[in-house]
């Protein structure tokens, strides 16, 4: 079970973490995704890390502004998300990738229920 | 960045009849070294998260029917639900995997005729 937490109504330029708590599978064993849905929009990924946290790549639109992290010891997943805009408003998923000898190009499954964030004036 | 590109944007099917979605990318998510197609699917239905039907391009997710058949390799592959069921009404996207800046298609959206 993967279940996201975080997002509310925000400024723009302002900042806001996302977490994601993980239970159920053995969450340093998974690659982590966060993907995001903008309203009536379709799926667009956001980033990923490692399942040791020594990778992570990011989205273009999101690069330098966005930062993903994990606690394996406390089965969560975070995203910082820094200088938003009107645009980042979405449902932020959290998504997991079983990390075979450590790959992150896995498909992803499971999948949280995700968290709105909005950023409006 | 690997294009995925989902034809038709929707589609109206009949009950019992075969639904057929198309996606495209604009480079092959074939590895040679493995030989396996870095595609997956998704259903994804109101309200809810996306859930995984298929990977590897044609392997079916546990537990999903087996009405739901992937197809294809290196850039063109097909989603093929065999005969519709009022429960597949949903937005379906495929993604690559292939490469670290992972891409969706843009959703194809099916509904009952």
């Known amino acids: 079970q993967l279940v996201e937490s975080g997002g509310r109504v925000v400024r723009p330029g302002t900042s806001l973490r996302l977490s994601c708590a993980v239970s159920g599978f053995t969450f340093s064993s998974y690659a982590m995704h966060w993907v995001r849905q903008a309203p009536g929009k379709g799926l667009e990924w956001v980033a990923v890390i490692s399942y040791d946290g020594r990778n992570k790549y990011y989205g273009d639109s999101v690069r330098g502004r966005f930062t993903i992290s994990r606690d394996n010891s406390k089965n969560t997943l975070y995203l910082q998300m820094n200088s938003l805009r009107a645009e980042d408003t979405a449902v932020y998923y959290c998504?997991?990738?079983?990390?075979?000898?450590?790959?992150?190009?896995?498909?992803?499954?499971?999948w949280g229920q995700g968290t709105l964030v909005t950023v409006s004036s | 960045d690997i294009v995925m590109t989902q034809s038709p944007d929707s589609l109206a099917v009949s009950l019992g009849e075969r639904a057929t979605i198309n996606c495209k990318s604009s480079q092959s998510v074939l590895y040679s070294s493995n030989n396996k197609n870095y595609l997956a699917w998704y259903q994804q239905k109101p309200g809810q998260p996306p859930k995984l039907l298929i990977y590897?391009?044609?392997t079916r997710e546990f537990g999903v029917p087996d009405r739901f058949i992937g197809s294809g390799s290196g850039t063109d592959f097909t989603l093929t639900i065999s005969a519709l069921q009022a429960e597949d009404v949903a937005v379906y996207y495929c993604q690559q995997y292939y490469s670290t800046s992972y891409t969706f298609g843009q959703g194809t959206k099916l509904e009952i005729k």
């Open positions: 998504a997991a990738s079983i990390a075979v000898a450590g790959t992150i190009l896995r498909w992803f499954d499971p």
């Open positions: 590897w391009a044609s």
